[in-house]
């Protein structure tokens, strides 16, 4: 009889558990099994953004990236100043091989929230976020720049 105190399969606390679980997994580098069990709980509960975003992270370890682009950006549609899914995202997208929309979402998450991994990913104190002289179109031709090649621009203006 046992089995009347275990949650059923699709109770809201085996949900909680494979979340935990999940997280687990993950940490454990295994993120093929995370997905496994999140796959199971955002069926459950679509709106879950959390779960989304876990499973996001999922997917990106797993690099599956077409699947962790599309759980990025529901994610983002959902909490579009999510700074940490703007910058996983852009790490997306720079794994891809597409560094324009990787930048974009890069910029996005340190103006969001100016963190140091997110202002070194964005680039801001290299030349093209230094360029305050009028020439906006000049961001994209710096994108190979080393951003400790330079000092840090002004931000007066």
Not at 39 to 49: C, L, Q, R
Request: no cysteine; glycine share 6%; proline share 8%.
């Amino acid at each position: 009889m046992s089995e009347t105190t275990r949650p059923t399969p699709s109770s809201p606390e085996t949900h909680v558990i494979d979340y935990r679980a999940a997280e687990h997994l993950l940490a454990a580098r295994d993120p093929r099994g995370a997905v496994k069990l999140l796959d199971s709980v955002i069926a459950a509960h679509p709106e879950n953004t959390a779960a989304r975003l876990l499973r996001a992270r999922a997917f990106f370890a797993a690099a599956q990236l077409r699947p962790a682009e599309l759980e990025f950006e529901l994610v983002l549609e959902r909490e579009p100043d999510n700074a940490f899914a703007h910058f996983a995202l852009a790490r997306t997208f720079e794994r891809a091989g597409r560094p324009e929309q990787a930048r974009r979402h890069f910029r996005l998450a340190a103006a969001l929230d100016p963190q140091p991994e997110y202002l070194a990913a964005a680039r801001f104190e290299g030349p093209a976020a230094g360029d305050l002289t009028g020439s906006s179109d000049s961001a994209g031709s710096s994108d190979s720049a080393d951003p400790s090649d330079s000092a840090g621009s002004s931000d007066s203006g």
